[in-house]
């Protein structure tokens, strides 16, 4: 008794350590432990500090009437004007509109097409043929992007075989494909799909190996079809990949890839191809507009910011599967 009433006393007299110097000490044994990894970690850190987030502060740019010659610092303070200016122009909603439209077009088309290829190559049961797809919607995904604008310029040129193609179809005779401005976000939407299917669906592929084969025995042995096997099986366990990248895909409808839509579009096809991107090119590059064209890039990127916040919010709201 005396012993235990001793160690009872000497017990609260100590004082547990604090959570501070408890994770310190995890986190140095943890490095002892895994050295290797963390310093292979450092030029990845290293990249997007020097890359990404250093040159975030040039985004004061936007606010001040920017002078090369002045530098950041010297160069007058303008407030909100570039903003404003932005906001009040005449460009202002026909670029938005293309750039929203072009993308609302990209998740309608260029989102499912990957998922429907790989369901479709899920269900093949012929190894070879199956080998044979995947190689074929993989090849364009390698071709560079100024070889694939190159290959649209020359199918829908005046003798083109896509434009002969749609000439047999309509009965209608058309020149270059790409003077059409009503043409563009069809011809945009469509060769990206061609260029990235076979690639974006490598991850629903992978998903889907990981689905317990039980649940298709199960469903078999009640009778239950193929079409059914995937709207209740594979679908539903690969909804967490689905919302995922369907989160990154609305967090960047504000963004296009400016490189195709320079290499493809022309005068004739403003209203209807000038998005926020290629809208930038021109006038900070061509035009030397450097506070403007931040401006109207910051704007893109704030927009994107939020798209994607509430986006997130949504889906772990509804499905509890977010980024965060």
Same mark, same amino acid.
């Given at each position: 008794m005396v012993v235990l009433r001793k160690n009872? *006393?000497?017990?609260? #007299?100590?004082?547990? $350590?604090?959570?501070?110097?408890?994770?310190?000490? =995890?986190i140095k044994k943890d490095f002892r432990k895994n050295w290797f990894v963390y310093m292979l970690a450092v030029p990845v850190v290293a990249w997007f500090l020097v890359f990404c987030y250093g040159p975030m502060w040039g985004i004061l740019i936007a606010f001040k009437d920017y002078k090369p010659l002045l530098g950041f610092a010297?160069?007058?303070?303008?407030?909100?004007?570039?903003?404003?200016?932005?906001? *009040?122009? $005449?460009?202002?909603?026909?670029?938005?509109?293309?750039t929203l439209l072009l993308n609302v077009w990209g998740i309608a088309f260029g989102f499912t097409a990957p998922i429907i290829l790989a369901l479709m190559l899920n269900e093949a049961r012929d190894g070879k043929f199956k080998k044979t797809v995947q190689t074929i919607t993989?090849?364009?995904?390698?071709?560079?992007?100024?070889? =694939?604008?190159?290959?649209?310029?020359?199918?829908?040129?005046? *003798?083109?075989?896509?434009?002969?193609?749609?000439?047999?179809?309509?009965?209608?005779?058309?020149?270059?494909?790409? #003077?059409?401005?009503?043409?563009? !976000?069809?011809?945009?939407?469509?060769?990206?799909i061609w260029q990235s299917i076979g690639w974006e669906s490598i991850i629903y592929l992978a998903a889907m190996s990981s689905i317990d084969p039980a649940l298709y025995e199960a469903? *078999?042995?009640?009778?239950?079809?193929?079409?059914?096997k995937m709207w209740h099986i594979t679908l539903p366990q690969i909804s967490p990949v689905i919302v995922i990248l369907f989160i990154f895909a609305i967090g960047g409808l504000m963004s296009s890839g400016y490189e195709k839509i320079i290499l493809l579009y022309n005068p004739l096809t403003y209203d209807t191809a000038d =998005?926020?991107?290629?809208?930038?090119?021109?006038?900070?590059?061509r035009e030397a507009s450097l506070s403007y064209s931040t401006a109207v890039g910051l704007f893109s990127s704030v927009v994107n910011f939020a798209l994607l916040w509430a986006t997130n919010r949504?889906?772990? !709201?509804?499905?509890? =599967?977010?980024?965060?």
């Amino acid at each position: 008794m005396v012993v235990l009433r001793k160690n009872r *006393e000497h017990g609260r #007299g100590m004082t547990a $350590p604090s959570p501070k110097r408890k994770t310190g000490h =995890v986190i140095k044994k943890d490095f002892r432990k895994n050295w290797f990894v963390y310093m292979l970690a450092v030029p990845v850190v290293a990249w997007f500090l020097v890359f990404c987030y250093g040159p975030m502060w040039g985004i004061l740019i936007a606010f001040k009437d920017y002078k090369p010659l002045l530098g950041f610092a010297d160069s007058p303070w303008v407030g909100l004007k570039h903003f404003i200016d932005f906001f *009040e122009g $005449p460009y202002f909603w026909r670029i938005v509109k293309n750039t929203l439209l072009l993308n609302v077009w990209g998740i309608a088309f260029g989102f499912t097409a990957p998922i429907i290829l790989a369901l479709m190559l899920n269900e093949a049961r012929d190894g070879k043929f199956k080998k044979t797809v995947q190689t074929i919607t993989y090849m364009p995904h390698f071709i560079s992007l100024v070889v =694939v604008c190159g290959m649209i310029h020359i199918f829908t040129a005046d *003798e083109g075989i896509i434009t002969q193609i749609l000439q047999f179809i309509t009965g209608k005779d058309y020149s270059s494909l790409l #003077g059409y401005s009503s043409m563009f !976000r069809a011809i945009y939407t469509f060769s990206g799909i061609w260029q990235s299917i076979g690639w974006e669906s490598i991850i629903y592929l992978a998903a889907m190996s990981s689905i317990d084969p039980a649940l298709y025995e199960a469903a *078999e042995i009640d009778g239950v079809g193929r079409i059914k096997k995937m709207w209740h099986i594979t679908l539903p366990q690969i909804s967490p990949v689905i919302v995922i990248l369907f989160i990154f895909a609305i967090g960047g409808l504000m963004s296009s890839g400016y490189e195709k839509i320079i290499l493809l579009y022309n005068p004739l096809t403003y209203d209807t191809a000038d =998005v926020i991107a290629s809208y930038v090119y021109r006038r900070g590059l061509r035009e030397a507009s450097l506070s403007y064209s931040t401006a109207v890039g910051l704007f893109s990127s704030v927009v994107n910011f939020a798209l994607l916040w509430a986006t997130n919010r949504i889906a772990r !709201r509804n499905s509890e =599967v977010s980024l965060w």
